[in-house]
Nanobody, 127 residues
Framework: QVQLVESGGGLVQPGGSLRLSCAASGFTLDRYAIGWFRQAPGKEREGVLC????????YVSDSVKGRFTISRDNAKNTVYLQMNSLKPEDTAVYYCAAYVAIPWQPCTGVSGAYDNWGQGTQVTVSL
């Protein structure tokens, strides 16, 4: 069974940090580009950033540049989203997603390219 499972969400104060994990089961991530998306209440889902097969990062949302980083550990079949300097506007359900990618191509922030999705993890930034 192909599955992506996010973890690490929770409640954090503004200025704090969280690290989300996206663990794959039923397939190996080394052939996949991985993206993180988020959906805030009442808003459409938006792309945040993604990582290519060769670990090149593409920022989809300018609002997270300098604060969020993405990394992958193919040996652990896991991708991480490190979120620093969190703001209340970062509050959302965060989803990871994957698609089989060409090795040398950068990843895309277009959600329609992704065909494997996790169930999401809630991140709440509040006092």
């Amino acid at each position: 069974q192909v599955q992506l499972v996010e973890s690490g969400g929770g409640l954090v104060q503004p200025g704090g940090s969280l690290r989300l994990s996206c663990a794959a089961s039923g397939f190996t991530l080394d052939r996949y580009a991985i993206g993180w998306f988020r959906q805030a209440p009442g808003k459409e889902r938006e792309g945040v950033l993604c990582i290519s097969r060769q670990s090149r990062t593409t920022y989809v949302s300018d609002s997270v540049k300098g604060r969020f980083t993405i990394s992958r550990d193919n040996a652990k079949n896991t991708v991480y989203l490190q979120m620093n300097s969190l703001k209340p506007e970062d509050t959302a359900v965060y989803y990871c997603a994957a698609y089989v990618a060409i090795p040398w191509q950068p990843c895309t922030g277009v959600s329609g390219a992704y065909d494997n999705w996790g169930q999401g993890t809630q991140v709440t930034v509040s006092l």
